[in-house]
């Protein structure tokens, strides 16, 4: 009979086969002590669940308690390895020997399936656990990598260990350099404190023993979540975009010849180790979708496939290789299921995303439900209705577990809180239906193709006497293991005495041993002869790879010089360039130091300058406001002098007007008299002592410029009848009161001044005066010589009277007076008719 090929579950086991039913274990997860349970265990197979208060159950009157019988219960308290022991490590030796399994987790949420597929660390679940006790029991009967190669249909290829070699370099070269490790951060990841990866594992040491020994093995993982019903490949290189990986995208479902289910394009990862298996897990584990909800902090939101499938094939007759015959290839797979928990939404409170996907975990479990349900009807009743497997992923992908051969088994997971017991009960009815279903018992592989059975052990034999150094004539050249002579011995018992089919099947099998053996030996000494030339030619081929092997050592080494000259140059450029980095940082630095200052310096000087320009402003403001303010006052004590000598001035012509009057009644009396000694005595008056001129020199008017004078007569003054005229001076211009405007066109002045002495004397006093200009553009007058004309009466005057009284005068404060007055000139300026400056010249006395 030929070995099972591509033996996942298939359709058509066409013969009557053995069925062995679902086998259901319950396992109850430990609660905290002060929440009320309502499942008890009654024995290791039965549980007793009773309806609490609460529960629809007893509002709907039913308060019943119920039991439920399982191949198994596990109590609370149960370890991680008494379950697997009991559970899985069965389905582990059926995989070994070519059965596939299914294992499943079912309940309601918060029950525990996780944990039980998963564990922790330091207690592994059932898969772990599996991983281990497989490569345990494999050891070195593994394949090379890439013996046996997934050949995108579901089945495998196989090819020689050179074939395998080139593919391992191949994948080497191309494999990309390691890069830190960056996990994209996406809903899918659990949370780091549950990455039990990175913490220590403790293995299960578990191994099974009847392992062939005389097949090669290789083990692949695939792992893929159903999710909102699409399927993912959880194992699937995604790109990336720099920053987040890209979403899976969803996988289908395809039937493979042998009409099984498997889903197209998954990634299957060839593993040798568990460490290795159980990385791969934990990275799809990182990737699959679990949220926080009111029953659990990580409620799986899919359901989860990890699929081991154990690939084997017989070694090659003389136990080195595998036999290059696809033919002769088994697969085996062993799915563990970690289904999603069933919740009931008005207990979650879920919304949104967490809504849809509990809507959608819930229809899928019931799915499978009904599924069941058919078949048990199906099996029971021997009907033939459809099973809805297409109605859901989950199911589509196990149909080949429930209408093929396989073992299937399933932990009912139960939280045995009482909140939980409305849902509890329909667990336990499912449970109880899918007990109730019969499954193909499946058959071990056997590869019974004439080939001695321990031609690896022989092999390795051999190859250790070789290395230990025995000569090729010492060595056993009957290796009785590398031939055989066929199948086993038919069955040789007789029932029946005239039964001879016995007999004569006993003859001819025992000839055609015969003429095997015949031929074998024959064949022997065929291969003995070759195997002699072949070694003599391997000899001389030896001798030449040893010439070669030497010359290319040489040029090895002269290589390996080079590239340690490479690399000392390599060393030298590197720290150059880090020395010129180095500095070139430093003088990027220093550069963006400088540039900061400029920048302060600038913004200093701007500030400066507008601090300067505000200055220039306010002290223009205040010059201006000094200026006028000036001005104001300047304009307020001249007039005030004015008022002050139009005052006196209004005194004097007083004086004079009453002079007048006495003057004109003794004219009257002394009439004729007068007239007749009318002779003026002309008394020259002291000439003003000039002191300083009032302007600079370079400012007097030129005296070739006119001979025109300003005859200064106040509207007092009285006609003494006399000839009293400055001398050299021509044309005269008089004024009562003098204005710049009259001062601009003359150089001379003279202001005519009456005065009454003490005696009743009329006195004239001519005071003479240059008109210079001033730097303003005003003039000034500056009196040069005073000339006096008294009048008096001819009787009481003598010229000695005459005299004494001038030289009185001269000495007395009137004269002072007059000659402080004559030492002030008054500057006008044009367009002004009052004067604008007054120029003093220091009398005698001020001098004193
Ligand atoms: N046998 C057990 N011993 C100790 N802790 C357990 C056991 N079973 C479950 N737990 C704890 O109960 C919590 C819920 O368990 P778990 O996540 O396995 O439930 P679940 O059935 O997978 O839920 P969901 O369907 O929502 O994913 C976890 O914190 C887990 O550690």
Not at 534 to 552: A, P
Request: charged share 30%.
């Amino acid at each position: 009979m030929k070995p099972s090929r591509g033996k996942t579950p298939k359709k058509t086991p066409r013969k009557p086969q053995n069925k062995d039913p679902v086998e259901v274990y319950c396992r109850l997860r430990p609660i905290s002590e002060d929440l009320d349970i309502c499942v008890t265990v009654v024995n290791s197979n039965t549980i007793q669940l009773k309806p609490p208060e609460n529960s629809i159950a007893v509002k709907n009157g039913n308060y019943k308690e119920t039991q439920h019988t399982f191949k198994f219960v596990f109590p609370e308290l149960i370890s991680q390895k008494a379950l697997f022991d009991h559970v899985a490590l069965p389905l582990v030796d059926d995989l070994i020997h070519g059965k596939n399994a299914l294992l499943f987790m079912y309940g309601i949420t918060s029950s525990g399936k996780t944990h039980t597929m998963q564990g922790t660390p330091g207690d592994g679940g059932i898969l772990p656990r599996c991983l281990d006790v497989l490569f345990n029991s494999l050891g070195d009967l593994q394949a090379r990598k890439y013996v046996f190669k997934p050949d995108r249909a579901n089945g495998f290829d196989v090819q020689t260990e050179a074939d395998a070699m080139m593919d391992r370099q191949k994948k080497e070269l191309l494999a990309p350099p390691p890069t830190p490790k960056s996990t994209p951060k996406t809903p899918r990841r659990r949370p780091p404190q549950n990455d039990i990866a990175t913490m220590v594992r403790v293995p299960d040491t578990n191994r099974i023993g009847s392992v062939d020994e005389d097949n090669n093995y290789s083990v692949f993982v695939s792992y893929i979540e159903i999710y909102n019903n699409y399927i993912y490949d959880l194992l699937e290189d995604t790109q990336s975009d720099g920053i987040n990986q890209k979403p899976l995208q969803s996988k289908t479902l395809r039937e493979d010849s042998n009409h099984n289910m498997y889903v197209a394009n998954c990634t299957e990862i060839e593993t040798k180790n568990t460490e290795e298996a159980y990385g791969i897990f934990m990275k799809g584990q990182r990737r699959r979708k679990v949220a926080h909800t009111q029953l659990n902090t990580e409620s799986s939101r899919s359901h989860s496939v990890f699929n081991i499938r154990l690939v084997q094939a017989p070694l090659d007759p003389v136990g080195e290789e595998v036999l290059q015959d696809k033919d002769q290839v088994c697969v085996a797979q062993l799915s563990l299921v970690d289904l999603a928990g069933s919740e009931r939404t008005g207990r979650t409170q879920n919304s949104g995303d967490r809504l849809r996907e509990a809507g959608n975990i819930n229809a899928s479990l019931m799915t499978l439900r009904t599924c069941i349900e058919v078949l048990r009807e199906n099996q029971m009743n021997n009907f033939n209705k459809i099973v809805p497997y297409r109605d859901s992923k989950v199911t589509h992908i196990f149909k080949n577990y429930f209408d093929g051969e396989g073992k299937v088994r399933m932990v009912v997971c139960v939280n045995p809180q009482s909140a939980d017991y409305d849902e509890t009960t329909h667990v336990m009815r499912f449970a109880e239906v899918t007990q109730e279903v019969q499954v193909a018992r499946p058959t071990a592989v056997k590869f019974d193709i004439g080939l001695t059975p321990g031609r690896r052990r022989a092999n390795l034999i051999y190859k250790k006497m070789l290395e230990d150094g025995a000569e090729l004539e010492d060595l056993p050249m009957e290796t009785p293991v590398i031939i055989n002579l066929g199948p086993a011995f038919p069955c040789l018992e007789i029932n029946d005495p005239n039964e001879d089919t016995t007999l004569q099947n006993l003859i001819a099998f025992l000839a055609e041993r015969e003429r095997r053996r015949h031929t074998l030996q024959e064949e022997l000494t065929r291969k003995q002869g070759a195997f002699r030339a072949h070694l003599m030619e391997m000899e001389r081929e030896m001798e030449t790879l040893k010439q070669q092997n030497d010359e290319l050592n040489m040029k090895l080494s002269s290589k390996d010089k080079n590239v340690q000259r490479f690399e000392k140059r390599i060393k030298t450029l590197e720290q150059e360039n880090g020395m010129l980095q180095r500095t070139h940082t430093a003088y990027e630095y220093s550069k963006r130091e400088l540039e900061t200052e400029l920048i302060e310096e600038k913004t200093k000087i701007k500030k400066q300058k507008h601090e300067q320009e505000r200055l220039r402003q306010a002290l223009k403001g205040v010059a201006g406001s000094e200026k006028m303010k000036w001005e104001k006052e300047c304009e307020k004590r001249v007039r005030a002098t004015q008022m002050e000598m139009q005052t006196k001035i209004w005194v004097k012509d007083e004086k004079l007007r009453q002079l007048k009057q006495i003057v004109c009644a003794r004219q009257e009396r002394e009439d004729k008299a007068r007239k007749a000694k009318a002779d003026l005595n002309r008394t020259r008056s002291p000439p003003p002592k000039m002191t300083q001129p009032p302007v600079k020199l370079r400012h007097r008017r030129s005296r070739s410029t006119s001979n025109a004078w300003i005859d200064h007569k106040p509207a007092t003054t009285l006609d003494t009848e006399t000839v009293l005229q400055p001398a050299g001076l021509k044309k005269k211009h008089t004024v009562a009161v003098p204005t710049v405007k009259d001062l601009k066109g003359t150089e001379n002045y003279m202001l005519t001044h009456q005065e009454e002495d003490s005696k009743g004397e009329l006195e004239t006093k001519l005071y003479k005066a240059e008109v210079l200009q001033t730097r303003g553009g005003g003039r000034a007058v500056q009196f040069t010589d005073i000339e006096r004309l008294k009048t008096e009466r001819p009787a009481s005057t003598s010229p000695k009277d005459r005299k004494r009284a001038a030289e009185e005068e001269l000495d007395s404060g009137e004269w002072t007076d007059i000659e402080t007055r004559c030492a002030v000139g008054y500057e006008g300026r044009p367009g002004n008719a009052d004067p604008a400056a007054v120029h003093i010249v220091p009398s005698k006395k001020m001098k004193k």
